[in-house]
């Protein structure tokens, strides 16, 4: 690879780190789709991220460990183990067309349910999916996201919403699962073959820009109001989910 296309893949693994160093979530809904657009293979995208995601977590999960809901956590995991594997089989299946439109098409959706969250919050005056068998099925979906595409963390969001945890424990549950499901997640690409030389070697590279993102991001969620900048984020992902959906000569 030459070193403009090594240098934008750092780049792209920085700001994805960034986005979820300040948000507590996103940096595979933004990093899939800009690696997405460089000439590397989608399954050398799929792992570096789950690589980047890792050392993400591992730096972040601390600061909020006393705020996890424990018995959630656990039941997240136990299905996230069991949607895995059908992930990885999508992967390895899935033509890389089919793979990028189904991609676009996901961000689309996310977006757009990201943008209009609020208003559905609002009509809310009670958390839903009260029964504790509700978690089972987000956390599989997490596990075939997480697997497919790195996208682990959507639907344990969507249910977070749903069941209206406080910020506090949103956040420490959802980086916590980031943890344990990356773990899962890197280890399932291990073993399915898909860690490769040139991985290995952007790992390496981008380790620098995800301690600088880290870093960068606690001191900007600490210091700025990241609600403001939610819209504007959302909105990006719809582009870049559009983005997905355009024809490639």
Same mark, same amino acid.
């Given at each position: 690879? %030459?070193?403009?296309? +090594?240098?934008?893949?750092?780049?792209? @693994?920085? +700001?994805?780190? *960034?986005?979820?160093?300040?948000?507590?979530?996103?940096?595979? &809904?933004? %990093?899939?789709?800009?690696?997405? !657009?460089?000439?590397?293979?989608? $399954?050398? /995208?799929?792992?570096? +991220?789950?690589?980047?995601?890792?050392? @993400?977590? %591992?730096?972040?999960?601390?600061?909020?460990?006393? $705020?996890?809901?424990?018995?959630?956590? &656990?039941?997240?995991?136990?299905?996230?183990?069991?949607?895995?594997?059908?992930? !990885?089989?999508?992967?390895?299946?899935?033509?890389? /067309?089919?793979?990028?439109?189904?991609?676009?098409?996901?961000?689309?959706?996310?977006?757009?349910? %990201?943008?209009?969250?609020?208003?559905?919050?609002?009509?809310?005056? $009670?958390? *839903? *999916?009260?029964?504790?068998?509700?978690?089972?099925?987000?956390?599989f979906a997490s596990g075939v996201l997480g697997g497919a595409y790195n996208f682990n963390g959507v639907p344990v969001v969507i249910y977070?919403?749903?069941?209206? #945890?406080?910020?506090?424990?949103?956040?420490?549950?959802?980086?916590?699962?980031?943890?344990? /499901?990356?773990?899962? @997640?890197?280890?399932? $690409?291990? +073993?399915?073959?898909? #860690?490769?030389?040139?991985?290995?070697? *952007?790992?390496?590279?981008?380790?620098?820009?995800?301690?600088?993102?880290?870093?960068?991001?606690?001191?900007?969620?600490?210091? &700025?109001?990241?609600?403001?900048?939610?819209?504007?984020?959302?909105?990006?992902?719809?582009?870049?989910?559009?983005?997905?959906?355009?024809?490639?000569?």
């Amino acid at each position: 690879m %030459s070193v403009t296309i +090594i240098t934008l893949v750092v780049v792209a @693994v920085f +700001i994805g780190a *960034l986005m979820r160093t300040v948000f507590g979530f996103g940096e595979a &809904i933004v %990093s899939m789709p800009l690696l997405a !657009l460089l000439p590397i293979p989608i $399954h050398t /995208s799929v792992s570096l +991220i789950g690589l980047a995601g890792l050392t @993400v977590a %591992s730096l972040t999960v601390v600061s909020g460990w006393r $705020h996890i809901e424990r018995p959630i956590l &656990i039941r997240l995991a136990l299905s996230t183990v069991i949607g895995i594997p059908v992930g !990885l089989v999508m992967l390895y299946l899935a033509p890389a /067309s089919v793979i990028m439109t189904g991609l676009g098409i996901f961000l689309i959706i996310y977006g757009v349910y %990201s943008v209009i969250k609020k208003r559905i919050v609002k009509t809310i005056d $009670h958390p *839903l *999916l009260k029964a504790k068998g509700w978690v089972y099925p987000f956390g599989f979906a997490s596990g075939v996201l997480g697997g497919a595409y790195n996208f682990n963390g959507v639907p344990v969001v969507i249910y977070g919403t749903l069941r209206q #945890w406080n910020p506090d424990r949103f956040r420490g549950t959802l980086q916590a699962h980031f943890l344990i /499901s990356g773990v899962l @997640v890197v280890t399932g $690409h291990a +073993i399915g073959g898909l #860690w490769t030389v040139d991985v290995l070697v *952007l790992y390496g590279y981008s380790i620098p820009a995800i301690l600088l993102a880290t870093v960068l991001g606690v001191y900007v969620n600490k210091r &700025i109001p990241a609600k403001k900048f939610e819209s504007y984020l959302f909105l990006i992902i719809i582009l870049l989910g559009v983005l997905m959906l355009v024809p490639r000569g």
